[in-house]
């Protein structure tokens, strides 16, 4: 059977991410599996809208015809697609040749409504010692408590992603104002959109089946600034805020299901993990293990002045 045609969609918001995109879209070229086309989203910045279509004119590059956000620019490039699948590619990340080959292979099951894969991170300089890769969800990856070979998830993650073109209309697309967007505060970094679309996705389509393929690899980029304590602890607190307007969205069964697992048997085994480690000389387990207890109690925390904020509006 042959594979289904497919659009990569790359949503680009800032110039400071220049050579980065250039990249991310070279790697699209680069497939054993090419690509019906490329399209290029730019979330409300003229100026890198003019700058980006001579520099990609195999591209079809285009201005967020939606509220400013990555909801609405993967909105505005799904709207365009021609593929019968739709693939999204951070513009900070590049994807192995493989990657579109290992995607479109799980659609020959016709429950099959979306798929994704694996997302290492690229560090700018290299992993900080304290950093958990229980928590590797800060810097846009996949995360231990995840599967580790293909295997049916809940929902995926929006840096290696896709889904079929039919379904993206049929739920309504993606929401705005759950992941990023324009605001200015850390909600702003948080990527639940779409988990709130996946989540949705299976409410209208019971019998649905997203797949998580580990064979279909993307390289997400870390700059020094996310490296740093600082932003662990704005990203944790966002996914708190994040997680409470996501449970009030989608109801707390299905907004937190995949939580209550990560909360009480991956984190407890990852901290156990980082005091072993301690004992068998390596020091920076309990750095590892600290982290993992501040970034639980952080989240916690915004989940909680968020879950006061979503009943407050609703009064």
């Keep these: 059977?042959?594979?289904?045609?497919?659009?990569?969609?790359?949503?680009?918001?800032?110039?400071?991410?220049?050579?980065?995109?250039?990249?991310?879209?070279?790697?699209?070229?680069?497939?054993?599996?090419?690509?019906?086309?490329?399209?290029?989203?730019?979330?409300?910045?003229?100026?890198?809208?003019?700058?980006?279509?001579?520099?990609?004119?195999?591209?079809?590059?285009?201005?967020?015809?939606?509220?400013?956000?990555?909801?609405?620019?993967?909105?505005?490039?799904?709207?365009?697609?021609?593929?019968?699948?739709?693939?999204f590619l951070d513009d900070d990340a590049v994807a192995d040749p493989t990657w579109l080959e290992f995607l479109g292979s799980s659609y020959s099951d016709p429950s099959v409504m979306g798929a994704g894969g694996l997302t290492l991170p690229l560090w700018a300089?290299?992993?900080?010692?304290w950093f958990p890769r229980e928590f590797d969800w800060v810097v846009g990856c996949t995360y231990v408590g995840m599967p580790r070979s293909r295997a049916p998830v809940r929902n995926l993650m929006g840096a290696n992603a896709s889904f079929r073109r039919e379904v993206i209309d049929k739920v309504g697309g993606f929401t705005n104002g759950i992941g990023r967007s324009g605001a200015s505060r850390p909600l702003g970094w948080t990527e639940d959109e779409e988990t709130e679309f996946c989540i949705r996705l299976g409410q209208r389509l019971p019998g649905m089946v997203l797949?998580?393929?580990?064979?279909?690899?993307?390289?997400?980029?870390?700059?020094?600034?996310?490296e740093r304590f600082s932003y662990y602890r704005s990203r944790c607190y966002a996914e708190g805020l994040s997680k409470a307007m996501l449970a009030r969205s989608v109801g707390t069964a299905d907004g937190l299901s995949a939580e209550r697992s990560y909360t009480t048997r991956t984190l407890p085994r990852g901290f156990a993990h980082g005091l072993a480690d301690v004992l068998r000389g390596d020091g920076a387990g309990l750095g590892r293990a600290g982290a993992i207890v501040a970034g639980l109690a952080i989240a916690t925390a915004g989940y909680a002045v968020g879950a006061v904020r979503a009943r407050t509006r609703g009064a």
């Design 211 to 226: 797949v998580f393929d580990n064979r279909a690899v993307i390289r997400h980029r870390v700059p020094p600034t996310r």
């Design 1 to 87: 059977m042959s594979r289904p045609s497919v659009s990569v969609v790359i949503c680009a918001h800032t110039e400071e991410r220049w050579n980065d995109t250039l990249a991310a879209a070279a790697s699209v070229r680069a497939q054993s599996h090419a690509a019906k086309e490329l399209i290029i989203v730019v979330d409300h910045n003229p100026r890198l809208y003019r700058r980006l279509r001579p520099a990609l004119p195999d591209a079809a590059v285009v201005e967020n015809r939606e509220e400013q956000g990555l909801s609405g620019a993967r909105n505005t490039g799904a709207a365009i697609a021609a593929g019968e699948i739709v693939a």
């Design 125 to 129: 300089t290299r992993r900080p010692w």
